[in-house]
């Protein structure tokens, strides 16, 4: 995460970004700790418990069926009948796959409970971030979300 932070403040000079305000710059910190911090982290996490990395990326495969789920239901941003039957293919695509049951009890309990933290982490920071971050500029918003996922990695590093 370090690196994509040098990256990205290269790119925030260099492209002479927008500044955010105290506001945004929070906005961007809880939306970077849920898509980046939870997200990665809970798949990093899942991979060394033991829980095969395909299943980890099956998983998040789901993103899409429950980030327009929530939404539909929730927020009130309409999911057509023609995006309904994609994320159905999807979701058949991924049962599918998991249909063997001998790689699912692969991985310990805190693997899974891992993955499934990611696939929320992933989920509620895109509701997060469209909802919140919308008018920040992409750059400096990419920078601050590597920022506070790169804290929440140092902090479990130090076992704060």
Known sequence: MAFAVLIMTAIVIIGNA???????????????????????????????????????????????????????????????????????????????????????????ALGWVASFLSLIGITLGTLYQKRYCGGIDWRTGNLIQCIGAGLLFAARRLRI
Do not use: M, N
Request: overall charge negative; some cysteine; proline content about 4%.
């Open 18 to 108: 927008q500044r955010p305000d105290a506001g945004e710059v929070g906005h961007s910190l809880v939306a970077g700790s849920l898509v980046h911090g939870l997200c990665l982290g809970g798949v990093f996490t899942a991979i060394s418990q033991g829980v095969p990395v395909g299943i980890s990326a099956l998983i998040l495969g789901l993103q899409p069926i429950l980030t327009s789920t929530i939404a539909d239901r929730f927020l009130g941003d309409r999911v057509t009948p023609v995006q309904w039957a994609g994320l159905v293919l999807g979701l058949v695509g991924v049962l599918l796959v998991l249909h063997d049951r001998s790689i699912v009890l692969a991985g310990s």
